[in-house]
């Protein structure tokens, strides 16, 4: 799956729409409170 997805480190997290693709990638470690990320977040669910 790593080379399926182009993983380049861990952790890696994806944001899947609802059309299964990948609307968000991120390597490393993030803060999901930042408003930034929220705000992707939120426009996933609103979708």
């Known amino acids: ?18 059309m299964g693709r990948i609307a968000y990638k991120a390597v490393g470690g993030r803060n999901y409170a930042d408003s930034d990320i929220r705000s992707i977040i939120e426009k996933l669910i609103a979708a």
Do not use: Q, W
């Open 1 to 18: 799956m790593a080379d399926a997805f182009h993983v380049a480190g861990i952790p890696t997290t994806f944001l899947i729409d609802k």
